[in-house]
């Protein structure tokens, strides 16, 4: 007995023990009877399930070492029931913390990535159209990402079901980058028809239109656009509609060959061959022998020609309308070039009437709504005014306002990619001011005279692309915006004389002209006149 006390009091030995070794410790003590008449194992197998288990009570040893063991063994089964609430609690715990992400609604949702919206802007690399739409989101939520490029760097292909997917070639600060992606939107800056060789894009308006991607303005409209004859004959009808008194439509006729090209009873006439746009493909004949010549050429083109009465202007007018916002131009020519487009002019912008606004509303209905578009019309010397040409979204931008115009032209687009793509019909935030259309003809001279139509290319980048590459000058090429010389006394401006150029003190003493008689028609056509003697004189120079 000593020596099993001495090995159970050795803590090595009690922790090598098997699991359950000293739970035969805490069995009952049996009765005298048991160990009389002791039980085989048969027996007992027998009566163990008849019998319910009753805990263990411990009764008092005789000996000294009976008490020893019993409390031995309560306390290795106190570890042991320790031991397993333990592990249990930590499988309990494993199974709450894998519930737990799927169980818990208070966990933050992680936000989803918008895919930014695609717009493709087709128009020359003088415009970066990308800085107008930097920072704009589609409702506050989707970002565009701008892709911008001439037709003539534009390939793409269409699918029913695939849609288009456009691959443009450009070069940026001499390095030639490719893309391919699939466009959104698209805005079209340029005219997408040319009789020029090599400039028929006609193809690629099909694809989008095949792709069905939406646009400004319809790809519908622009693809009408391609033939100018056919725009007039829409304007035939709105000539017909509105009558003469409010939409006074010049008198064209349209002959399909060279074969039905008559002379007209009434000389001169401005004969236009095909698709002639941008003051290109327009012959001023004075008489039938002259016209037998244009029929002529005509005939080697190969095409259909219109041709309408000279008009004797005195300045053109041009209406343009983005959206709700519209202005009204007058330009009058000074280099004498019958084309107020071509060589020097002067622009101003005039108050726009409602007699205006009617004419190029009239056009906005045509070929299903244009959202951006422009009337023409020559003001003659017999007081009448002639509608000749509408325009749409390819028209370029001119006057003082420029940038204005851009920027109703970037919130135009986001109206409509908000409502082609997302449905929304809310406009969106605008970002530039609308000024008010002035009241009263206040011309805008600018000091340094006119600028002839061999200007470098900075002065070409004003304009827009099609006027840099027809040789012509634009208005703003041709007079740039400045303030109006303050008229003094003759000391004052005999004081100034010397401190400026020869150009522009011509320019200063032709608008004092204009300011102080600006009704007498007469008297401003004799200052044309003879400013003009005086340029020539000083470009002879």
Request: hydrophobic share 35%; glycine share 6%.
């Amino acid at each position: 007995m000593n020596y099993l006390r001495r090995r159970l009091s050795d803590s090595s030995f009690v922790a090598n023990l098997p699991n359950g070794y000293m739970m035969d410790f805490q069995r009952p003590s049996s009765s005298s009877s048991s160990t009389s008449s002791p039980a085989s194992p048969a027996t007992e197998r027998r009566q163990q399930p008849a019998q319910p288990a009753q805990p263990a009570q411990p009764q008092a040893p005789p000996a000294a070492s009976g008490s020893f063991l019993s409390s031995f063994s309560s306390v290795v089964k106190t570890a042991q029931i320790a031991s397993a609430v333990q592990a249990k609690a930590a499988a309990h715990g494993e199974a709450a913390s894998a519930v737990a992400p799927t169980a818990s609604p208070a966990a933050p949702a992680k936000p989803a990535v918008r895919k930014p919206k695609v717009l493709l802007v087709i128009d020359d690399a003088h415009t970066d159209w990308a800085k107008y739409f930097r920072g704009r989101k589609l409702n506050g939520e989707y970002e565009i990402r701008v892709e911008q490029a001439e037709f003539s760097e534009i390939n793409l292909a269409a699918n029913v079901n695939a849609g288009c997917t456009v691959d443009i070639q450009v070069t940026r600060g001499g390095t030639k980058v490719v893309r391919s992606f699939k466009p959104d939107f698209v805005l079209i800056r340029q005219h997408a028809f040319s009789m020029t060789p090599g400039e028929d894009f006609r193809s690629l308006v099909i694809g989008l239109q095949y792709g069905g991607v939406a646009s400004i303005n319809s790809l519908h409209s622009i693809y009408n656009f391609c033939s100018k004859p056919w725009v007039f004959s829409h304007m035939v009808k709105l000539y017909h509609t509105l009558g003469p008194e409010k939409f006074p439509l010049n008198e064209q006729t349209f002959f399909p060959n060279h074969t039905q090209m008559l002379p007209t009873p009434v000389f001169p006439v401005v004969v236009k061959m095909g698709h002639a746009h941008a003051g290109m493909g327009k012959i001023k004949v004075e008489n039938p022998n002259d016209f037998q010549d244009i029929t002529s050429v005509v005939a080697l083109a190969k095409t259909y020609a219109t041709a309408e009465p000279f008009v004797d202007s005195k300045y053109d007018i041009r209406i343009q309308k983005i959206g709700n916002n519209y202005k009204a131009y007058m330009r009058t020519s000074i280099s004498g070039n019958w084309k107020a487009n071509t060589g020097s002019a002067m622009l101003e912008q005039i108050a726009m009437t409602d007699r205006y606004r009617l004419w190029v509303d009239s056009c906005a209905e045509m070929f299903g709504g244009l959202d951006i578009c422009a009337v023409k019309a020559v003001h003659g010397k017999d007081g009448k005014d002639y509608i000749i040409e509408v325009m749409d979204s390819s028209m370029p931008l001119i006057g003082e306002h420029v940038e204005e115009d851009r920027q109703l032209i970037t919130d135009l687009v986001l109206n409509k990619m908000a409502f082609a793509l997302l449905g929304i019909t809310s406009p969106q935030p605008s970002s530039v001011k609308t000024q008010p259309a002035p009241q009263t003809a206040q011309p805008r001279r600018a000091q340094g005279g006119p600028r002839s139509a061999s200007g470098s290319p900075s002065q070409s980048a004003h304009g827009s692309p099609q006027r840099a590459r027809s040789a012509t000058t634009s208005p703003s090429q041709a007079f740039q915006p400045g303030p109006i010389p303050a008229s003094g006394s003759a000391g004052a401006s005999q004081k100034q004389a010397p401190l400026l150029n020869k150009s522009q003190s011509l320019t200063n003493t032709f608008t004092e002209t204009l300011r102080s008689n600006p009704t007498d028609d007469e008297a401003k056509a004799e200052t044309i006149r003879s400013l003009r003697q005086s340029f020539a004189s000083l470009f002879s120079d």
